[in-house]
Every structure is written in structure tokens, then in C-alpha cells.
């Protein structure tokens, strides 16, 4: 049988010093949104990389927030839905800093 992937461990946001209590989706820091880079496929912790992943973009579509972060490490891109946990005035910042640079 196929294992789900799904990991429910807690984790150090190594950016900002927060302990985040897993929930299983969660793949970044719901204070400071960085993400770590860990993962090749969602929730498989399979990329060696390890590098810290910087919220750079958020879309908005569909009334849902998407994070797009970037790994300061190897420049790889990855797309994260925000989930409800979520510090909501640090993706409104993220998304008015985007505005700024149009
Ligand atoms: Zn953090
Ligand atoms: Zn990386």
C-alpha cells in the first residue's frame, strides 16, 4: 500500500523563531510566511536543498491567497496556498509590496 505523505510533525521557523504546530499542509511559517525548502513534490520532504524559501509574490484568485516562494538557496520557485493560520497582514504586505514594484 501506498503511504499518503502527509506529515502532521512541528517545526522552528527558522526565519522569524516561531514554533509552528503542524497540522500535516502546513509547509510554511504562519507568522512570517518563509517556507523551508524540503520538499519536491508537496509534503514528501524528498528535496536535499534545505534552503529557506522568501515569500516573495502572493496571487490572488479565486478569493484564495497563493504564496509564491522562492529559495534564497537554489532560486527554486514554488507555489503554496495560504491556509486559515495565517498572519493576514503579512500577505497583504506581501501583496501591496507587489504593487509598488508594477
Ligand atoms: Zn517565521
Ligand atoms: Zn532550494
Redesign the pocket.
Known amino acids: 500500500m501506498k503511504k499518503f505523505s502527509r506529515r502532521t510533525e512541528d517545526f522552528i521557523c527558522e526565519h522569524c523563531g516561531t514554533k509552528v504546530t503542524g497540522n500535516g499542509y502546513t509547509n510554511h511559517c504562519p507568522n512570517c510566511l518563509w517556507s523551508k525548502?524540503v520538499d519536491i513534490n508537496p509534503g514528501d520532504r524528498a528535496?536535499d536543498?534545505g534552503?529557506l524559501m522568501k515569500p516573495e509574490a502572493v496571487e490572488l484568485k479565486n478569493g484564495e491567497y497563493t504564496i509564491i516562494h522562492r529559495?534564497t538557496?537554489?532560486g527554486?520557485t514554488r507555489r503554496n496556498k495560504t491556509s486559515t493560520d495565517d498572519n493576514f497582514e503579512e500577505i497583504l504586505n506581501l501583496s501591496k509590496s507587489m504593487i509598488h514594484r508594477l
Open positions: 525548502h528535496a536543498c534552503g529559495c538557496k537554489c527554486h
